[in-house]
């Protein structure tokens, strides 16, 4: 099974900002879409973000309520997706997961994210 590792998350005030890694020592994983989660207790995970791979152009998406707000970026040679999180609201307050896009990897644990004052 492919593992798949977040970090980054932290508690945060309002209008601060985080930076999310997601990594995995897969060889090949630049060549997929990757896709960033979030889960809010209660709540089911939904994707907040995804980028293409640098063959498919490298083409960026977000849902709208981080549009503007979030910017999802790679660096291949590291292996890593990153999630640049700017102005963040109290109802970011979630776990943080990546996975690829299609068929899903293994879930790993996800990095928590708390903004509050």
């Known amino acids: 099974q492919v593992q798949l590792v977040e970090s980054g998350g932290g508690l945060v005030q309002p209008g601060g900002s985080l930076r999310l890694s997601c990594t995995t020592s897969?060889?090949?994983?630049?060549?997929?879409?990757i896709e960033w989660y979030r889960q809010a207790p209660g709540k089911q995970r939904d994707v907040v973000a995804s980028?293409?791979?640098?063959?498919?152009?490298?083409?960026?998406n977000y849902v709208d309520s981080v549009k503007g707000r979030f910017t999802i970026s790679r660096d291949n040679a590291k292996n890593t997706v990153y999630l640049q999180m700017n102005s963040l609201k109290p109802e970011d307050t979630a776990v943080y997961y990546c996975?690829?896009?299609?068929?899903?990897?293994?879930w790993g644990q996800g990095t928590q994210v708390t903004v509050s004052s």
């Open positions: 996975n690829k896009g299609g068929a899903k990897y293994q």
């Open positions: 897969r060889i090949g994983f630049s060549i997929y879409t």
């Open positions: 980028i293409s791979s640098v063959v498919s152009g490298g083409i960026r």
